[in-house]
């Protein structure tokens, strides 16, 4: 469970599960020379803040902190604000009501993000320019939105991904978890799903 928070023309957040307590990122792929350890949070999961990066540069990565990442571990920091990209181009993946991850609804969703991820690969793949933002418009983690939710619905179906885009989310219903007023599955008054 490896992704990218707040990618900024200057920062990130790296985030992940595991054992690792640290990481290292730089700009070759093999000398990675930026150190940071990790803090736990109340999640469990492990998170370490990189600032003072260059915009618009590519930064390798590795947990563990090992001094060489591997092939499909980095990402590419922001232009400057108010800059538009060296390329002139910012290319955004939008997708929503994509979460069929878990419980009763994979049955009968299987395979459809899957799918559109596929579709958005062959695009890309076709003109050779990569995916700069990738949004999640809500609805991204069904049936309420739970740990087990989430990781079959977004960590299982876009690994690749976030672990070289940040992934700006949009809460949905069916994120806000099971309220106790309300019985129907998907709707609460908090977005507490516990």
């Known amino acids: 469970r490896l992704f990218l928070q707040q990618l900024s023309d200057t ?13 290292c990122i730089g700009t070759q792929q093999d000398k990675l020379k930026i150190f940071g ?14 600032t003072d ?20 571990q980095f990402f ?17 993946w939008l ?10 609804e994979r049955e ?17 793949a076709k003109d050779g320019e990569p995916v700069d933002v990738f949004m999640m418009l809500g609805d991204n983690a069904y049936y309420v939105g739970s740990d087990f939710n989430y990781q079959q619905a977004v960590f299982e179906t876009y690994p690749d991904l976030l672990k070289q885009l940040s992934v700006w ?5 069916h994120e806000m978890g099971l309220g106790t007023t309300i019985p129907a ?10």
Do not use: C
Not at 11 to 23: H, Q, Y
Not at 95 to 104: C, K, P
């Open 185 to 194: 599955p998907g709707f609460s008054q908090t977005a507490d799903p516990d």
């Open 169 to 173: 989310p949009t809460i949905g219903n």
């Open 76 to 92: 590419v920091t922001s232009p400057e604000i108010g800059a538009l990209p060296a390329d002139g181009n910012t290319r955004v």
């Open 53 to 72: 990066l260059k915009p618009e540069t590519a930064y390798w990565y590795s947990i563990g902190a090992a001094k060489a990442a591997p092939d499909d």
């Open 11 to 23: 920062s990130v957040i790296l985030k992940w599960r595991g054992e690792a307590v640290a990481v």
């Open 108 to 124: 009968s969703h299987e395979g459809e993000a899957a799918e559109v991820l596929a579709g958005m690969q062959a695009y890309i």
């Open 95 to 104: 997708i929503g009501d994509s979460g069929t991850g878990g419980d009763d």
């Open 37 to 50: 350890e990790a803090t736990e949070t109340e999640s469990g999961d492990k998170e370490v803040l990189f």
